[in-house]
């Protein structure tokens, strides 16, 4: 029986307090279902109160053996495979895949097939980068911008159904070629679409881009310095936030992305310092700018022709291995693609770019607040289909 | 103190500049459909059910081949010598009793390429997409018009037929050992 005693303080209660206060760290697992992990993403955060000492990052919720998948199909069965990978961004990843492995079966491309593609791919990375503007706005709270960047999105997707059938998965850059030429008048209309868009590019900078409130949450937040960003492999839109000027469409040019006449957007500093989360994404939305410029030349430059012409009935690859490299809307996609000669792939390994930006997450989230760490994570871009395949 | 006051301006100025943006918008024609009501017409080329017209169908199984994910099943039984089938459309000659000829939908990546190989063009993407079952199995859908009681005659003379040739065989392998 304790005796109560009046006389205050008590001896009990004179326990000996550490200098400086220690207090234990905090585990706080912030996914795999999680809005603002774009996918099914776990990381595995320690805390002390607000900040976070450590990130890490666990993968493979979305893993769907596509890369051992691909061994089992015939060449052209790989396609939707690969559709499915970054599925905000199909028809560059189809890109990707069906210039590799034409440029190792040595396959000539027909010309007008080739200005659909690009004009595919640059429609598809304004999309995958509207999807981008609106969850980051989400992300950090402001929900008016998704929807202002789904309108818009849609349009696209109402262009692609158009051209090939699919809204999402579209399985329409095929080895050799496209699946289909453009329906009557589906130029025009992508012409039109330019027109309609660009203004709309201001729309989103007074919603958002400027909005200071929005600038506080993402200025200085997350700072990944040039080096970092190389040594880690960051690549696309995250690297060129960095300050570092690299695009695969200008530095090493693939396909027919020579003949077009653009800029390489690179994060200037407008406001926040280079290399912060308000940087990369200030070069996702200038970037859709140069993307309509690269589709309006690729529409007044198009020749005629039989899209289909060039696509073999039965894809015949030697024996042999290819690296090759394109640009997606997330970075640098690369194909490492083994043949045998046979009907299948041997190997298809695929570097994603989604997987390499996401490897700095653990370097650069120490030090921050949690809410900081979604804006980070935001701004990486990310797409988990891709990172697990 | 002059910061503080700056933030708080400009905080409240981009806001007002937003809220002009979302108040112009409030004058221009909506962008939504009222699904259930309005409807879309869409493209000629969407992908949103498959359907196989089965009277043009020879049984060349080459769509069979060209599905990645193998959700398209056919039976086929060669058609006697004096039996006519009749021919598709555009003027191929059927070959085989198309005696099963399933699609599992649920099984089915909507990647079209099963649409492109087919010599008669009888399989082919229809842009109707309100099919929701609430069982899995109703979106197994056959297309073969053959009944179970004809499939199974069917069967009885392949069966008839496969035996009387390997009789045959057995007859024509037994001579020369005989001899
Ligand atoms: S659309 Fe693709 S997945 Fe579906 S049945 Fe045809 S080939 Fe198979
Ligand atoms: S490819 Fe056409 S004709 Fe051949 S089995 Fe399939 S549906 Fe029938």
């Known amino acids: 029986m304790t005796q109560w005693n009046n006389n205050f303080p008590d001896s009990r209660f004179e326990l000996e307090v550490p200098d400086p206060l220690k207090t234990d760290e905090y585990v706080l697992n912030m996914g795999p279902q999680h809005p603002s992990t774009h996918g099914v993403l776990r990381v595995v955060l320690k805390t002390d109160g607000e900040i976070v000492e450590s990130a890490t990052p666990y993968i493979g919720y979305l893993h769907r053996t596509f890369e051992k998948h691909a061994e089992h199909m015939t060449w ?125 590019i201001k729309e989103y900078n007074d919603l958002l881009t400027f909005n200071k ?44 992305y020579d003949r077009f006449n653009f800029n390489v957007c690179v994060g200037d500093g407008t406001r926040g310092v280079v290399g912060d989360s308000w940087n990369r994404y200030w070069v996702r939305i200038l970037e859709m700018v140069e993307s309509t410029k690269i589709v309006r030349q690729a529409v ?26 394109t640009e997606t809307p997330r970075g640098e996609l690369g194909y490492y693609i083994v043949s045998d000669g046979g009907k299948n792939p041997v190997r298809v390994k695929v570097r994603a770019p989604a997987f390499s930006n996401l490897s700095v997450l653990p370097a650069v989230a120490p030090g ?6 979604v804006a980070i994570l935001g701004s990486l871009d990310i797409v988990l289909g891709e990172i697990d395949r | 103190m002059r910061e503080y006051f700056k933030n708080i301006y400009e905080a409240v100025a981009t806001i007002l500049i937003g809220m002009g943006v979302t ?21 000629p080329r969407s992908r949103m059910q498959l359907y196989v017209n089965i009277d043009d169908c ?83 859908f056959h297309f073969s018009n053959y009944t179970p009681e004809q499939v199974a005659e069917l069967q009885k003379r392949e069966a008839e037929k496969k035996a009387a040739l390997a009789a045959a065989k057995a007859n024509a392998g037994k001579k020369p050992t005989a001899n």
Not at chain 1, 301 to 308: F, L
Not at chain 1, 368 to 373: P, W, Y
Not at chain 2, 78 to 94: C, F, H, Q, R
């Open chain 1, 76 to 200: 052209p069965q790989v396609v939707p495979y690969v559709d499915r990978m970054d599925y905000l961004a199909s028809m560059n990843n189809a890109l990707g895949y069906a210039l590799a492995v034409e440029k190792l079966a040595g396959i000539e491309v027909n010309e007008r097939a080739q200005y659909l593609r690009v004009i595919v791919a640059e429609l598809n990375r304004i999309a995958s980068h509207l999807v981008f503007f609106g969850t980051f706005g989400l992300d950090l709270g402001a929900f008016t911008p998704f929807l202002y960047g789904f309108r818009e999105r849609e349009m696209i997707l109402d262009l692609f159904e158009e051209i090939s059938g699919g809204r999402l998965l579209y399985n329409y850059i095929w080895i050799g070629g496209v699946a289909w030429d453009a329906p009557d008048g589906w130029l025009e209309k992508v012409i039109k679409f330019c027109d309609y868009f660009e203004p709309k």
């Open chain 1, 213 to 256: 409130i929005f600038i506080d949450r993402t200025a200085g937040i997350g700072v990944i310095p040039e080096d970092l960003a190389i040594n880690y492999g960051l690549s696309g839109p995250t690297l060129r936030g960095s300050g570092v000027n690299f695009d695969l469409r200008k530095n090493d040019p693939y396909g027919i």
């Open chain 1, 300 to 325: 007044e430059q198009i020749p005629d022709g039989d899209a289909k012409e060039t696509v073999p009935k039965n894809v015949r690859v030697p024996a042999g291995e290819i690296y090759f490299r």
């Open chain 1, 368 to 373: 921050t607040m949690v809410a900081d760490l």
């Open chain 2, 23 to 43: 108040l112009r918008h409030l004058f221009v024609p909506s962008v939504t459909l009222q699904y259930p009501k309005e409807k879309i017409e869409l493209p």
């Open chain 2, 58 to 140: 020879i049984g060349c199984r080459q769509c069979e081949r060209a599905c990645p994910v193998d959700c398209i099943e056919i039976d086929t039984i060669k058609a006697d010598k004096d039996e006519d089938l009749g021919l598709t459309s555009n003027g191929k000659k059927k070959p085989f009793h198309v005696t099963r000829f399933d699609i599992d939908m649920s099984k089915c990546c909507f990647c079209n390429l099963c649409t492109f190989p087919c010599p008669t063009e009888c399989i082919y993407m229809t842009p109707d997409f309100e099919y929701a079952q609430e069982d899995r199995s109703n979106l197994n």
